[in-house]
């Protein structure tokens, strides 16, 4: 089935490494901890282990499986495991996906690199601790269109560079630098929050199970979140499974990329609420929590503070960075794949254009906010938010896993999970009831009640 081809991670490590790069982002250092105090803290922690090792990891597994059976790019791996070739729809949706989450992403990872500038050059200790100020702040920077846009354009520059240096030599190698780099810094700001006085209080905040704030909006939530903090649902692992070496279990090395993505999620919360909590500040959600309540704690601390404040935005960036360079790479890779132009004009191609539209959903949080759709007047920001999180992703997650469970057949399935036949596949059948029933269910029930 296999065809050969040239790219792929050098090991194991390059593609555990590269797919948590993928998978750790602002989805765990940020959305995860808010989520997870918001919806009853251990309670919601609970359900979302539940569903990040059975149905994340299964999707990821699926998504490995396909990459790897095919050495293709999405829309041609669906095609060439099929012969209905309609399947590649699946596959494209996955990459429109990709591309507007990368255009988001962008804009998110545009602002928090401007905080780094903020505050190493002490920007932001010298707004104090008025929590108006701060606010203020922010607001006046994110809806003024030019920081915003100039800063977007340098994060996407230095993510097309790693592109534009190769599988191995730019993605495998620089997360191989920056991931361990990043746990660094988050046990760093662990090791300070913990030690702030009062710190107990945000660990019970985030640990302490209380099924009474666990509604069905928050156990969606959890499945909503396990999904795009694995990265699944939008072809991107299955780019990074066509370069997994052939040797390499998938089973494992699935297992690993979903228990570094799950610790950093709940190290980034543990980094996070005990220092809120400490300095008597109330867990918001959204930006607010990273763009005003963290600088304000950070600001309480004196003159540390300008170093925390550095480290915690240069996680955030870091995070956000090996993340949009696996979207990039994923709509890099299908261009050269299906057309003639190499993967430099691809990879230059797909950066201009992301680029392009991340300047417009950043613009339309400020001069362009008179800009809406639809009857709830969303800004262009909002519009693709909502897109991003309800639609697209649940709609191909659930297209993904019902092509995988039903229509690919057995015999791929267990080849690949067993490498011919030489690694043991103890758990195919708990897999099997996974991949055919509970997760396309599970997933026909986030999208139903996100829409309606
Ligand atoms: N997993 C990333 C996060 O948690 O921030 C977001 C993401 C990256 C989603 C890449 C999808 C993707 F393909």
């Known amino acids: ?14 593609v555990i490494m590269a797919a948590v790069g993928s998978a750790v982002g602002l989805g765990n250092i940020w959305r995860f901890p808010y989520t997870c105090g918001k919806y009853g803290g251990g309670a919601f922690l609970i359900v979302y282990l539940c569903f990040v090792f ?4 299964t999707l990821m597994m699926s998504e490995f499986v ?20 309609a399947w590649g729809a699946v596959g494209l949706l996955g990459l429109i996906t990709s591309f507007f989450i990368l255009s988001q992403y962008l804009v998110l990872s545009g602002w928090t690199t401007n905080y780094v500038w903020d505050a190493i050059t002490g920007t932001l200790a010298s707004l104090g601790t008025d929590a108006g100020n701060i606010s203020n702040y922010f607001a006046a ?13 340098v994060f996407s520059i230095i993510c097309l560079v790693i592109i534009l240096c190769g599988v191995q030599k ?22 300070r929050s913990l030690t702030l006085p009062g710190a107990g209080k945000g660990l019970e905040y985030l640990f302490s199970p209380d099924f009474s704030k666990l ?38 090395t699935a297992m690993w990329i979903t228990a570094c993505d799950t610790l950093i999620a709940v190290l980034a919360g543990v980094a996070i609420f005990p220092a809120v909590f400490s300095c008597g500040f109330d867990p918001a959600g959204g930006p607010g929590l ?17 170093i925390f404040s550095t480290l915690f935005f240069l996680l955030l960036v870091v995070a ?26 691809s990879a230059v191609l797909f950066f201009l254009l992301s680029t392009a539209l991340g300047v417009l959903f950043a613009m339309s949080v400020g001069p362009l906010s008179h800009i809406t759709v639809g009857h709830a007047h969303l800004t262009l920001f909002d519009f693709v938010d909502r897109l991003n999180s309800i639609y697209l992703p649940p709609i191909c997650s659930l297209l993904t896993i019902i092509f995988f469970g039903w229509f690919m057949t057995e015999k791929d399935v267990k080849d690949e999970l067993s490498n011919h036949g030489t690694v043991k596949i103890g758990y195919y059948r708990l897999f099997r009831l996974l991949s055919r029933y509970v997760a396309p269910l599970a997933l026909l029930l986030v999208l139903i009640t996100g829409i309606f």
């Open 1 to 14: 089935m296999a065809t050969t081809k040239q790219t792929t991670f050098s090991s194991n490590l390059g």
């Open 54 to 57: 059975l149905l994340g990891a």
């Open 66 to 85: 396909i990459g790897r059976r095919t050495q293709h790019t999405p829309v041609k791996a669906f095609q060439s495991l099929h012969p209905k070739r």
């Open 141 to 153: 920077f994110s809806t003024s269109g030019s920081r915003p846009v100039i800063t977007l354009i």
């Open 170 to 191: 730019g993605i495998e190698n620089v997360s191989k630098v920056l991931m361990p780099f990043l746990v660094l810094l988050v046990l760093v700001l662990c090791v």
């Open 215 to 252: 509604t069905g909006e928050g156990v969606l939530a959890a499945l909503g979140q396990a999904l795009f903090s694995l990265s699944v649902g939008m072809g991107v692992m299955i780019v990074y499974g066509s370069y997994m070496p052939l040797n390499d279990n998938i089973f494992k």
């Open 290 to 306: 990273v763009f005003c309540v963290l600088p304000n704690v950070f600001n309480t601390m004196g003159g540390a503070g300008v």
């Open 320 to 345: 956000a960075m090996t993340s949009a360079i696996s979207l990039l790479e994923a709509l890099t890779a299908a261009l050269h794949e299906h057309t003639s132009m190499g993967r430099t004009f």
